[in-house]
């Protein structure tokens, strides 16, 4: 079975730039999760869909970032313009059940993009 | 709010020494996940073994061991005869919620990164 999927795995662009990155989850995922890894740091959420819907999106700085996923499988996460404090890896994952299913779903990782603003 | 504390940045050891990595966690729910993960050089984020609050046992895997003690609230990993192959970032993460918003919500600790060398 094919893991989480994500491209481009490394993204070098210059400041002011639109950005782009693509995840594909693992097949019957129905919860998708974006993260940002700076250097020396763990993830941390930047937002969580169950199916199409963004349920958290709280800590997505919503003023240059932006997230879709239309039909509640793959996603795009978009910067818009960039800085370079957005160097960082940004990480996808996956589970299979959500908040409704009343018990923890394991959360499986892709390799991450690596973005690199100069 | 949550928050988990991995206070060794670094180790180096040499092959066939025994390892353990610190992780303390707070949290004010009486119910949450402990986890660690393992980082490898490609990037992406490896399961290793995820607690509940309410199962204490301390648990083996081959050359991998977990010690959780809810009295010091701490969950550390322990690597047995420890391998070349076993370079990498670990994380330590917690998850207080599974249900609403804040479902499946990893905080992770900052990592401790493990170099083994022959």
């Known amino acids: 079975e094919a893991g989480v999927v994500q491209s481009p795995r490394y993204k070098i662009i210059e400041k002011k730039q639109p950005v782009a990155f693509w995840c594909n989850p693992i097949s019957g995922h129905n919860t998708l999760y974006w993260y940002l890894q700076n250097l020396g740091q763990g993830p941390e959420l930047l937002i969580r869909y169950e199916n199409e819907e963004a349920v958290d999106d709280s800590q997505l700085p919503k003023d240059r970032f932006s997230a879709e996923r239309l039909k509640g499988v793959d996603s795009t996460l978009k910067i818009q313009p960039a800085e370079l404090g957005d160097s960082a890896v940004y990480l996808c994952a996956s589970s299979l059940g959500g908040s409704t299913s009343g018990f923890y779903n394991e959360q499986f990782f892709g390799p991450g993009t690596r973005l690199t603003v100069l | 709010a949550q928050k988990v504390t991995q206070a060794q940045t670094e180790i180096s050891v040499v092959e066939k020494e025994d390892v353990t990595l610190d992780c303390v966690y707070e949290t004010r729910d009486t119910t949450y996940y402990l986890f660690w993960y393992k980082q490898p050089p490609s990037g992406e984020l490896v399961f290793l073994i995820r607690?509940?609050?309410?199962?204490?046992q301390n648990e083996i895997s081959g050359r991998y061991s977990w010690n959780f003690q809810k009295s010091t609230s701490s969950f550390n990993f322990t690597i047995t005869a420890s391998q070349v192959v076993d370079s990498a970032v670990y994380f330590c993460?917690?998850?207080?919620?599974?249900?609403?918003?804040?479902?499946?919500?990893?905080?992770f600790g900052q990592g401790t990164i493990l170099t083994v060398h022959p």
């Open positions: 993460a917690l998850s207080e919620a599974i249900t609403g918003t804040s479902y499946g919500k990893l905080t």
């Open positions: 607690r509940n609050s309410f199962d204490e």
